[in-house]
């Protein structure tokens, strides 16, 4: 099997073309490919480029964005066959020779040219039970949570995700089963499980546990490859892994210790 | 895969990793001077041990390739659901009776 993504160009470069040099893209567009051809400019972005495009050649190009900055995760599209964001990602160094080619992220459904439905990838996360869960009754009073404890210092290696959906198109479970839960929601998903204030544990791993969970994970790595914040979804999942094995064990020790009815022996 | 799935897979792999470096060292030993039934069998026959390890060797065995059929069959093909889950049980009863069938046969000769 062919590994999914192209190997980066021995020739990847961070330099900026010389002046009057021109980009010619391929973005896919209603099923084929359409070229353009766009200058060269000094620590241009993937993101300047479509823009561009846009409003210099063709309005009718959709695709998403909106910080600029590498916050909001709107941006992430295809840049040479490996999911990106594309506000940070320099022209100079993923251009492959002169030439850039553009498509819609992987795995989710398309609106329109460079535009994904993030729906599934949403879904998933409430799927997931990626949201706090308080408990019925209000905490007394704020919980101390240690800097160092190693809960904490898990919680902090993955919380900064920012919804890119980059190691979703990047995740190869996902595009072999699509009700695989994915790289993202399952990382949010070990954030909470080491959060010491949640209430809804129980039922985070159970939904995270199965055929669309954490289990399903080949540990292929390509989340953690392409996270453009740096962030081990692999090593989230792994974490998963551990607890939803330990919970189920804990589960099945009690009910053999109980026996079915759920009394214990005399 | 439910997690009871996930940790009998991982168990039996461990098993199995064990019991495949004996059965291949085994093997290399054993046919260091060419092999007949006779010696086999001479190995085999009556040896509790050999029954034990071998035992052990194919319900592990019998465990693990069909968790590992399935999800392999759910990733690659549109195959969900009981008749799947119902399909790898057969898998692994064939697996386990085939290969009890050999291991005693071999002992009782």
Request: hydrophobic letters at 45%; one cysteine or more.
């Given at each position: 099997?062919?590994?999914?993504?192209?190997?980066?160009?021995?020739?990847?470069?961070?330099?900026?073309?010389?002046?009057?040099?021109?980009?010619?893209?391929?973005?896919?567009?209603?099923?084929g490919?359409?070229?353009f051809?766009?200058?060269?400019?000094?620590?241009?972005?993937?993101?300047?480029?479509?823009?561009?495009i846009?409003?210099?050649?063709?309005?009718?190009?959709?695709y998403?964005?909106?910080?600029?900055?590498?916050?909001?995760?709107?941006?992430?599209?295809?840049?040479?066959?490996?999911?990106?964001?594309?506000?940070?990602?320099?022209?100079?160094?993923?251009?492959?020779?002169?030439?850039?080619?553009?498509?819609?992220?992987?795995?989710?459904?398309?609106?329109?040219d460079?535009?994904v439905?993030?729906?599934?990838?949403?879904?998933?996360?409430?799927?997931?039970?990626?949201?706090?869960?308080?408990?019925?009754?209000?905490?007394?009073?704020?919980?101390?949570?240690?800097?160092?404890?190693?809960?904490?210092?898990?919680?902090?290696?993955?919380?900064?995700?920012?919804?890119?959906?980059?190691?979703?198109?990047?995740?190869?479970?996902?595009?072999?089963?699509?009700?695989?839960?994915?790289?993202?929601?399952?990382?949010?998903?070990?954030?909470?499980?080491?959060?010491?204030?949640?209430r809804?544990?129980?039922?985070?791993?159970?939904?995270?546990?199965?055929?669309?969970?954490?289990?399903?994970?080949?540990?292929?790595?390509?989340?953690?490859?392409?996270?453009?914040?740096?962030?081990?979804?692999?090593?989230?999942?792994?974490?998963?892994?551990?607890?939803?094995?330990?919970a189920?064990?804990?589960?099945?020790?009690?009910?053999?210790?109980?026996?079915?009815?759920?009394?214990?022996?005399? | 895969?439910?997690?009871?799935?996930?940790?009998?897979?991982?168990?039996?792999?461990?098993?199995?990793?064990?019991a495949?470096?004996?059965?291949?060292?085994?093997?290399?030993?054993?046919?260091?001077?060419?092999?007949?039934?006779?010696?086999?069998?001479?190995?085999?026959?009556g040896?509790?041990?050999?029954?034990?390890?071998?035992?052990?060797?194919?319900?592990?065995?019998?465990?693990?390739?069909?968790?590992?059929?399935?999800?392999?069959?759910?990733?690659?093909?549109?195959?969900?659901?009981?008749?799947?889950?119902?399909?790898?049980?057969?898998?692994?009863?064939?697996?386990?009776?085939?290969?009890?069938?050999?291991a005693?046969?071999?002992?009782?000769?």
């Amino acid at each position: 099997m062919n590994a999914p993504f192209p190997a980066p160009s021995p020739t990847e470069s961070t330099v900026d073309a010389a002046p009057g040099a021109m980009l010619t893209v391929r973005i896919r567009r209603d099923g084929g490919f359409q070229a353009f051809t766009v200058a060269r400019r000094p620590a241009q972005t993937v993101l300047d480029v479509v823009t561009e495009i846009q409003r210099e050649q063709d309005p009718t190009l959709a695709y998403r964005f909106a910080c600029r900055v590498g916050m909001c995760g709107s941006c992430a599209m295809m840049v040479n066959g490996r999911p990106r964001w594309t506000c940070r990602t320099r022209v100079a160094a993923v251009a492959e020779g002169d030439g850039l080619t553009l498509e819609p992220l992987r795995n989710l459904p398309v609106v329109k040219d460079l535009a994904v439905d993030m729906e599934p990838f949403f879904a998933k996360w409430t799927a997931a039970h990626g949201a706090f869960e308080p408990g019925a009754v209000p905490a007394d009073d704020f919980a101390v949570v240690a800097p160092e404890s190693p809960e904490r210092r898990a919680v902090d290696a993955g919380i900064e995700c920012i919804n890119c959906g980059v190691c979703y198109a990047a995740c190869d479970v996902v595009a072999w089963n699509p009700d695989y839960l994915g790289p993202a929601a399952l990382n949010r998903a070990w954030t909470l499980v080491n959060d010491v204030r949640d209430r809804g544990q129980d039922a985070r791993l159970a939904a995270v546990s199965g055929d669309a969970g954490c289990q399903s994970c080949h540990t292929h790595m390509s989340c953690t490859e392409h996270c453009p914040k740096a962030l081990a979804p692999t090593f989230a999942i792994a974490g998963l892994k551990r607890a939803t094995a330990r919970a189920a064990l804990k589960r099945f020790g009690a009910q053999a210790f109980r026996g079915p009815s759920g009394r214990r022996p005399s | 895969m439910s997690p009871m799935l996930y940790l009998a897979q991982r168990g039996t792999a461990v098993i199995l990793a064990m019991a495949v470096a004996v059965h291949l060292g085994t093997i290399l030993y054993a046919v260091r001077g060419g092999l007949t039934a006779g010696e086999i069998l001479g190995r085999t026959q009556g040896n509790g041990a050999f029954l034990a390890f071998y035992g052990i060797f194919v319900v592990a065995a019998a465990i693990h390739a069909p968790i590992g059929l399935r999800s392999i069959l759910r990733e690659w093909t549109p195959w969900r659901g009981r008749s799947l889950d119902g399909a790898m049980l057969a898998v692994s009863a064939l697996l386990a009776v085939l290969g009890l069938r050999a291991a005693l046969a071999v002992y009782l000769a």
